[in-house]
């Protein structure tokens, strides 16, 4: 074979390869926007008033993530299953994110650590590589982190809003996070860049429950009552 | 706000110098066997299992490297040496040695995604197709294909037995074969880096008074560059960054073919090494001397 030949297959490899990122990337961009659609739906939760339909929205959410399963499965489409870290970084953020709205939705819900497991199936995606287009476990622990991030902050407004209740919750959870976090041997990557704001998120909170609780404001909401001053 | 973040950071160190387990005991609402807790110390085992595979592939590619870069200046001793049979064959020793590297690397990807550890390997199988392609060049003055460096990389379990020693460790019985597969890109980055070798064989065989070879090269280096001009920058980033490097050497061995044919007639043989030491930018100099 001579060089010429050589090149031009190679220049075919290439060109092929091209045209599967830029499905992919088609298929990212449409994820994108779910995101973008159940965080604005979520978002919600913020504001005063809606700490009282929090199950609705969760609700809501859930029913997009019906889209978001549909577009992961067109994604699984586009390039060879044996292949998944070669394109890995097309879609690591977004993944990254719909991990976050999954265990947001979840916490809400719940007051609990979304698994694994359960974010593969909300995602409707593998757990184990073993088995095809799956989530990466530093994926995860990275849209886990965003949670810690996300509940902080709703924490202070739990508080404006009249429910002083939660941020205990919060806390007792973030809690136990930093904990799981502490077991990890992570590696000095984006992960750790991410895991190191993790100690901001558990403080604004300590000083969330120390506001409560010099004012005696604690002890209203361990009451049940929740109510205002 | 950095200025807050600061203190925090400041905060947390101090935090940090107390033993750990004591500080996790003080904070009586976290159960140790928890689900949360038992699920992320599997997650701490998952990611020691991958940092350490991939720490153990980053070394694996470093001697692969060290190894090919050896081989590579001993194929360079071939033109000035009178016995070229030996140092092939040398050299197939050592390039058999370094396939015996990355059998281990093939080893600890099975039942992986390559793709995953890509980038701890990634070096050192360019510095291999480095140094084979430039292997292959001298023996045959061609271009190796992707097809024919990867058919080398095919492993089977008899080779394994016979080189227990080395592998002693992870022993599950395959019978099947297992290979390794050098992509299009790794490929490319180390046939741009032969180029480099090229060059400097050209003007080293100058040195030795051979005239054949600086056109040979020539014309290979531009049939080389033809093909990267080709793919252009619809290859990865790297690749185009490779290009400038390409040019600069292909220039060079076309100004050594240049002055070679200018001068060559006028100059006798044995004097052309000198011609050389001052080539380049010289050449204008060189002009005005006898």
Redesign the interface.
């Known amino acids: 074979m001579s060089v010429s030949e050589m090149f031009i297959a190679l220049q075919g490899v290439l060109t092929a390869d091209q045209d599967i990122r830029e499905e992919i990337r088609k298929v990212v961009q449409a994820l994108e926007q779910t995101a973008r659609e159940i965080l604005t739906l979520l978002q919600g939760v913020h504001q005063g008033t809606g700490f009282q339909d929090i199950p609705k929205k969760c609700q809501k959410a859930r029913e997009h993530f019906g889209t978001v399963k549909t577009q992961l499965e067109s994604l699984k489409t586009k390039f060879p299953a044996d292949q998944y870290y070669r394109f890995h970084e097309h879609w690591r953020f977004v993944l990254q994110r719909l991990v976050f709205l999954a265990a947001f939705v979840v916490y809400l819900e719940s007051e609990t650590l979304v698994t694994r497991e359960a974010v593969a199936e909300i995602l409707g995606i593998e757990a184990d590589r073993e088995r095809g287009f799956h989530l990466d476990i530093e994926d995860y622990l990275s849209g886990v982190l965003t949670l810690a991030s996300e509940l902080s902050r709703l924490a202070v407004n739990s508080v404006t809003a009249g429910d002083y209740a939660r941020p205990l919750r919060i806390s007792t959870f973030i809690n136990e996070l930093d904990s799981g976090f502490r077991l990890l041997n992570l590696k000095n990557d984006s992960l750790r860049k991410r895991y190191d704001g993790l100690k901001y998120d558990v403080k604004k909170i300590e000083e969330v429950v120390y506001d409560l609780s010099i004012r005696g404001l604690n002890k209203d909401a361990t009451a049940g009552a929740g109510g205002e001053k | 706000m950095s200025g807050k ?1 600061g203190s ?1 950071g400041f ?2 160190r101090k935090h940090d110098n107390f033993p ?1 387990g004591q500080k ?1 005991e003080e ?1 009586e ?2 159960t140790p066997s ?4 038992t ?3 599997s ?2 085992l ?3 299992t ?2 350490d595979k991939y720490e153990r592939l980053v070394k694996l590619s470093r001697d692969i490297t060290i190894e090919s870069k050896r081989t590579i200046f001993l194929l360079h001793r071939f033109i000035s040496a009178p016995n070229g049979e030996e140092i092939l064959n040398e050299s197939e020793v050592k390039l058999d040695a370094v396939r015996r590297k990355i059998k281990q690397v093939a080893q600890e990807l099975i039942g992986e ?4 550890f ?1 980038r701890a390997i990634s070096p050192g199988l360019q510095e291999y197709v480095e140094a084979v392609s430039f292997q292959y060049f001298i023996k045959t003055r ?2 190796i ?2 097809e024919e460096i990867n058919k080398q990389l095919i492993f089977t379990a008899e080779d394994r037995e016979e080189t227990t020693n080395t592998t002693s460790n992870s022993h599950d019985k395959q019978p099947h074969t297992w290979s390794l597969k050098v992509t ?2 790794d ?2 980055l180390g046939v741009a880096d032969l180029t480099g070798e090229l060059m400097r064989l050209c003007i080293s065989s100058v040195g030795n008074g051979d005239i054949d070879t600086p056109f040979e090269l020539s014309q ?1 280096l531009r ?2 560059y ?3 001009t ?2 252009g920058n ?2 990865p980033y790297e690749v185009s960054k490779k290009l400038y490097t390409l040019k600069q050497s292909l220039a060079k061995v076309e100004n050594a073919c240049y002055t070679l044919k200018v001068r060559g007639s006028e100059i006798p043989k044995h004097m052309l090494a000198d011609v050389f030491s001052t080539k380049t930018e010289l050449i204008d100099q060189d002009e005005g001397l006898p």
């Open positions: 973040e925090g905060r947390k750990r996790r904070k609402n976290v928890s689900a949360l807790m699920s992320f110390k997650f701490q998952e990611l020691d991958r940092h995604d390559v793709y995953q890509h061609s271009l294909s992707v299009p890109v490929y490319l290979f049939q080389i033809d093909g990267f080709f793919i619809t290859g």
